[in-house]
């Protein structure tokens, strides 16, 4: 008897896990017009998170049950850890394959043995990226891969045409990038720019700096040193299980 009522109670929270992934199917494709990828238990009793795609690319819904309520545009943040859960699982939805980066139309600038790899859309007159930067600056043993997108002030982008035509291409980044210095190369060989633009809209890259780990993994916006390196190394892990 004792067996029969596990299996029932067994089959009757699966019937309701189903029944409630499709109540919130319904509701949000009929209401918000999104295609839903998945819908799965979130940490928080009661919520589900529910992936959607739009032009943009992949995004997290938050929903009760029967999707009466929803939460949109928010973040699920773990109080005791402190740790963002939505943009953690956004990272994973959004990674690809590093090896998949076409890097011969990035700008490769090596630090020490170049061991651990990052690769990273930015505009050279981007804040957000000369402030990453400097944080760059303090990090040993990486190789860049910098896809250049001068998408904050296209009248400058001579400035990144000026750096390709450049002899010395991670010199002339990093002078305008780091230290403020145009570059003394005139914007007259070919360059991949187009190419790059045409890539970071297939990728769903809206903002400079973002950035692609070993493993994969998105990162949109910048880092401290100390958290780039530790992302680097749980990076580099990731990788090798792959």
């Known amino acids: 008897m004792a067996r029969l009522l596990a299996l029932l109670l067994t089959l009757f929270v699966t019937f309701s896990a189903r029944a409630d992934e499709a109540a919130i199917r319904q509701v949000i494709e009929a209401k918000l017009g999104l295609a839903v990828e998945a819908v799965q238990h979130t940490p928080m009793a009661g919520v589900y998170e529910?992936?959607?795609?739009?032009?943009?690319?992949?995004?997290?819904?938050?929903?009760d049950a029967q999707a009466d309520h929803l939460i949109i545009n928010g973040s699920l943040i773990d109080t005791k850890t402190e740790r963002n859960l939505t943009q953690e699982r956004l990272r994973k939805l959004t990674a690809i394959r590093f090896d998949s980066l076409p890097l011969d139309l990035a700008v490769k600038i090596q630090r020490g043995n170049g061991k651990r790899v990052l690769a990273m859309f930015a505009d050279p007159y981007c804040p957000a990226c000369k402030r990453f930067e400097q944080e760059l600056a303090q990090v040993s043993d990486l190789t860049v891969y910098v896809f250049m997108t001068p998408i904050i002030h296209p009248e400058l982008s001579d400035d990144s045409r000026a750096i390709w035509c450049s002899p010395d291409r991670a010199k002339a980044w990093?002078?305008?990038?780091?230290?403020?210095?145009?570059?003394?190369?005139k914007p007259s060989c070919r360059t991949p720019l187009k190419q790059i633009g045409a890539l970071a809209e297939k990728l769903g890259v809206r903002a400079t700096p973002t950035l692609f780990l070993a493993d994969g993994e998105r990162v949109e916006g910048g880092l401290s040193a100390g958290q780039l390196s530790k992302a680097l190394d749980d990076a580099e892990q990731e990788s090798k299980k792959k």
């Open 174 to 185: 990093l002078d305008l990038a780091l230290r403020g210095q145009r570059p003394l190369a």
């Open 50 to 63: 529910v992936q959607v795609r739009t032009g943009s690319g992949v995004h997290i819904v938050y929903s």
